[in-house]
């Protein structure tokens, strides 16, 4: 590891700290040749993100407890909580998303997915789907590289049956 990424891992671990102790919100990090975009669902959530559902769905959020849901009671359809972010690069740069997510299922397999969407075209970026833990954990997308300046960022909860989906801390971290 060179000199440079180590003292720019030590900064971004330095700067996560800093963030963390104080007030919390949502904001971008930016640092070198990195960053880093954030929203831990505090400070009027209900201003950046929306909630949709085809069906019988519904969400909301914890503020200022700092989190977000999604629920969705039919065995069809879907219901997602998404916003939009402004990335501080375009063009040359790789990224990758992740939340963290757990569920409330009753017993239902959970079936969610984590997207990040071109806003202009609606085309997928990146995706990752499948079943969520009922602890919290990170889900990651595969990286992308070259997208816009400005993507969607979404998480979808398929119906397979009453079931409630917890997001928290969400992020976009770009290399460029």
């Known amino acids: 590891m060179n000199i440079r990424r180590l003292l720019t891992a030590s ?9 963390t102790a104080g007030p919390a919100h949502a904001g971008i990090i930016d640092m ?11 400070n009027d959530p209900a201003s950046r993100w929306t ?10 959020f914890g503020d200022p407890a700092g989190w977000g849901y999604i629920a969705h ?7 997602d909580i998404g916003r939009d972010v402004e990335l501080p ?10 939340i963290h997510m ?20 609606w085309t997928y970026l990146a995706e990752d789907g499948g079943g969520v833990a009922s ?12 997208g816009p300046k400005k993507v969607r960022f979404r998480v979808s ?20």
Not at 136 to 146: L, Q
Not at 164 to 170: A, K, P, Q, S, V
Request: with cysteine.
């Open 11 to 19: 900064a971004l671990a330095v700067a996560c700290v800093v963030a």
């Open 32 to 42: 070198d040749d990195y960053s880093w975009t954030t929203d831990r669902f505090e």
């Open 51 to 60: 909630i949709w559902s085809n069906g019988n769905g519904w969400g909301g």
């Open 73 to 79: 009671t039919q065995t069809t359809g879907w219901t």
């Open 89 to 98: 690069v375009d063009g040359s740069s790789e990224c990758q998303a992740f």
């Open 102 to 121: 757990f569920a409330d299922n009753n017993g239902y397999r959970i079936s969610a997915r984590v997207e990040v969407i071109d806003p202009e075209t």
């Open 135 to 146: 602890t919290p954990i990170e889900h990651f997308t595969p990286k992308w590289k070259n």
């Open 157 to 176: 909860l398929f119906g397979n049956g009453p079931q409630i989906l917890w997001l928290d801390n969400m992020v976009i971290h770009c290399v460029y």
